[in-house]
């Protein structure tokens, strides 16, 4: 049988919180400034999205746009945001530096990841901007925690990236290849029946939640469309096994 897809939706306030749930949503990815794709929230904002909602959340720690740590100092601030998140209850996050080069930046990840006190994250879409993505999940395949890839296959979006996002799956179990995949960036529709049939089962979505744009709520209705493709799919490739 073909297990129930993952269905994560990116929420900013408890309003989307209650829509994305409302909607189907199986865990949600929390920022704030999506103009920067993405930053961390203020802790009252998880704490407040905690209560209003039952659903699994993800805290995205990252504290101004692209992809590195920055300095001693702002590495600091996220370890202390870090601490802060796990004092306020939460016990999953979102996370992924690199260096100049592209390289990972492993020991800012490990920094952080050791602030987590074992809990559970992902590896965000760093990976789809990295130098080497082999290499990348490669090195990080011992770190404590690490159960996801949000990944595109390509910095451009899953338009590009799908023949990469297939072949990764198909690796699946291979060393760096054993933590799930969870497709987001530019995902709509149509691309799903190929990727649940290269046997993805995780699906991250933003803007495709909010027909209003960024500027607009998350919309339990958009939300509840999606949710109703990935099980029909699921069930589909059920039939057909």
Known sequence: MSKRAVLEVIALDAEDAV??????????ELVTEMAADGLTPPARTFTGIRAAVDVDLRVMLRLADGFAAG???DLDLLVRAAHEMRAAGADQFVLGFLEAGGGVDLAAVERVVAALDGCRWTFHRAIDHAADRDSLRKQLADLPGLDTYLTAGSASGVD??????????????EPGYDRTILVGGGLRLDHVPALRRAGVDAFHIGGAARPGGWEGPVSAEAVAQWRAMLDGEAARQCFLT
């Open 19 to 28: 829509a994305a749930q409302a909607g189907g949503a199986d865990r949600l």
């Open 160 to 173: 590009e990236g799908l023949p990469t996002l297939v072949a990764e799956a198909a690796r699946q179990g």
């Open 71 to 73: 300095g001693p100092e």
